[in-house]
């Protein structure tokens, strides 16, 4: 019951990571309907950033993460105004292969910045080894959590409660009517990007201080479960994007605890075939046709 | 017909070449012209295993500067180093191109044990002599004639290892946790024989994949089993942060792997977490032997920085080849029979003799990490 109980912490811990990332990925779903595969190298450049403030500015953790994120949030406004914006009244594949290629081309620039080899991250506090009842966990592990749990709250608040997360919903719903209807569809469209990548780089630096590496291809594999985790949700659904991430994480866990690390992997993906032949609405997503 | 016309391109390119090998001689003229032999050598020079890659070319590159300065030898040797980025299909093209392209009589390499088992069947095909300094795996023996491998092989490492931890250390519960490739396998094999032989106990075996970064999951296991001792069978990135991890989750316990540990990026990423770690290894950059100092001097002012065993094994695997073709010529088979007939070799590394399976009989030591630096203790 012990190891159990240890591991479901542990896929909790690594579940919530992919929650923030695919919350990034719904997001833009939600008002572009275009699956933004740079996602991973926002990450990814979210953890770089936050390593740097770190190591070299020597700022505390709570000074760091803020910045990292705002720094990657530009990065995918930029993203956003340079490859897909252009493209917004072309075929979806266009603006696909273009998020490819900008996810090709971060990852080069960051091979090239920082060269291929895998560096360490050390916290900016000291991590201790905490005993809660028959579980076993750390401070850093529990802070990932929080931090994880006050951005989804956040966010939650944000798109349900506040104008701006209400114009969101109308971009999502249709673009030109919100157009009509007087909301700004560019700034709203930059403002989504923003927060989900945002949210993205929150990841990184939490993901890349727990695991103690940051390396230039580090976003490609969370990347792509971070769009699992949103499919298994229900893409565009939000709350659906934050189960998703919960759960993937916790199947992957699992499976290495219960059977072996071959198989984390391929469970994810085999979870992504099963929603996809099954439910491709995903769990929390709504019944709805395309609209013609 | 009496015109001389040059049509194809190959027959143009041939004519240039041998314009230009002319105006070489004339210009060499009165001197005795020497032959230049080129020795290749292939490795991960990027990426995540670079450190081992960059240390080989490094030790090859310092054998043949040496070879040419000393004005010892009928040849003028030169180096043509390829990159793997630890890739095993990489490498297949490395190798091929240093054959076909770059025409080597010997090759030094390949670095990891996965990109050897698929670079090293090429070269045996093509009947050209290559001595791996490093790829330890148990099958790289089986490649065939043409392989020699200068290195103490995985399973040997592990189960001498596991027999210190047990017999001088005392430790009876130990666990494993392997990266699923080549070297991980051949090591977790090691320590399971190392067990059985040393009546100790295998509580745990887990496993986990090359650029795999949690390791949590496999921790949570290892720690209910309630080791005394973990044998991390990885190389240094992945150790690192595991043994970050496993203190993380509070599994305190003595770390231990193999040569894979051999690199100063272990404590760079490991910091306090490897503390305490044991690795074997077959070179000792504090030896007080004065061939082995003036080796590692060399290496230092030209490189900048100390060499490890890959350097030193690499090292001495060129000198073994830039002997051989000084003996008998650049002929491949020729040079392929006089290193197989290698016999205490004075190398860096130990007295150097291959047995007939193309492993290499030398000494090994094993290290701990004290205060970040790595300590010989056997």
New interface residues.
Partial sequence: MGVLGQQLLNGLVTGSAYALIALGYTMVYGVLQLINFAHGEIYMVGAFVGLLLVTVVKLPFLAALPLAMLAAALVGVTVEFVAYRPLRRSSRLAVLISAIGMSIFLQNVALWIFGPATRSFPPPFQVSVLQIGPLRTNTLALLTLGVALVMMVGLHYLVRHTKTGKAMRAVAQDRDTAALMGINVNRTIALTFLIGSSLAAAAGVMVGMLFNAVVPTMGVMPGLKGFVAAVLGGIGNIPGAMLGGIVLGLAETMGVALLSSQWRDAIAFAILILVLLYKPSGLLGARVEEKV | MSKVVVRSLRARVGLVAALAALLVLTAGAGVFAQQTVVIGTLGPL???Y??YGVSVANGVELAVNEANASGQYNYVFRVQKEDT?GDSVQAVNAINKLIELDRVTAIVGAVLSGETMTAGPIAQDEGVPFITPSATAPAVSEIGDYEFRNVITDDKQSAQMIDYVVNTLGLQRIAVLYT?NDYGVALRQGVEAGVRAAGAQLVAV????DG???????L??I??ANPEALYIAGYY?EA??IA??A????LNVRIMGADGFDSP?LV????DAVEGALFTSGFDSETDDPAARAFIEAYEAAYGVKPDMFAANAYDSARIIIQAINQVGPNRAAVRDAIAATTDFPGVTGPTTFLENGDADKPLLIFEVQNGRFVRVR
């Fill in positions: 990027t990426g995540d670079a450190s980025r699923n887990e496993s986990f994949l795999d970064s949690d390791f949590t999951a496999q949570t296991n720690a209910a990135t690192a942060q970050r991890q203190q993380r989750i509070g990026l760079e990423l490991g910091g």
